[in-house]
Each structure stands twice: as structure tokens, then as C-alpha cells.
Nanobody, 128 residues
Framework: QVQLVESGGGLVQAGDSLRLSCAAS???????????MAWFRQAPGKELEIVAA????????YYADSVKGRFTISKDNAKKMVYLQMNSLRPGDTADYYC??????????????????WGQGTQVTVSS
């Protein structure tokens, strides 16, 4: 069993920054470095999309084109935490953000179906 709990969302203005956090727990998460982690988001009326992902050993990262240069994903395996630093936020970043875990240590995957465990989400609203 894996539990993922996101935090850090809120209402901000365009140009502001936010840092989302994802706390992972559960017996099978005892070796955090074995899990690729990702942040997805879903805006109102839109499909779920991947935002960023990081390999278990933090050896590689993936970013959606829309967030490259503005968002940074990181993880602290010892603390079992995953972070998403979001800078220069835009109204188009408004969405519910979800943390997800891929239990297979492999190349980074970008499809929703490749992730096994999900958090409840945290809402980010960016006003213009």
C-alpha cells in the first residue's frame, strides 16, 4: 500500500511562485529511490496531463513543454518527499495537481496508465 499526500496549493497571482510537496508513505515505499515519481495536472474541462517526472535515482527528469524553464521537480528519498517548484506562474497553470508513483524503476513514463499510485490532489489557481 502506498499513500501520497500533496500540499502547497493555493491562490496566487500571475508571476508568483508556489512549491508543491508530496509526502509518500507505506510499507512498499521503504526504498523511495526505487520509484519514479511524477506530477500531473488537470484543468477544468481538460484531460489529465503530465507536468514533470523524475527517475527514482533522480538521474533524469522530464518536463512538459508548457512548463520547461519555469517548473522544477525534485525528490528527497530520505524524507520520502517529492517537490514541484513552480515559478512564473500563469493563469494557464490553474489546475488540480496530482502526485503519482510508478512502482517500476525504468525510464521515465509520461502516460497516466503507467503510474500505480495517486494522491488526492492539491488545487492551484493563478489569477491574472
Amino acid at each position: 500500500q502506498v499513500q501520497l499526500v500533496e500540499s502547497g496549493g493555493g491562490l496566487v497571482q500571475a508571476g508568483d511562485s508556489l512549491r508543491l510537496s508530496c509526502a509518500a508513505s507505506g510499507r512498499i515505499m521503504s526504498i523511495m529511490s526505487s520509484y519514479n515519481m511524477a506530477w500531473f495536472r488537470q484543468a477544468p474541462g481538460k484531460e489529465l496531463e503530465i507536468v514533470a517526472a523524475i527517475r527514482g535515482d533522480a538521474g533524469s527528469r522530464y518536463y512538459a513543454d508548457s512548463v520547461k524553464g519555469r517548473f522544477t521537480i525534485s525528490k528527497d528519498n530520505a524524507k520520502k518527499m517529492v517537490y514541484l517548484q513552480m515559478n512564473s506562474l500563469r493563469p494557464g497553470d490553474t489546475a488540480d495537481y496530482y502526485c503519482a508513483a510508478d512502482r517500476l524503476l525504468r525510464n521515465i513514463q509520461t502516460m497516466r496508465a503507467d503510474y500505480d499510485d495517486w494522491g488526492q490532489g492539491t488545487q492551484v489557481t493563478v489569477s491574472s
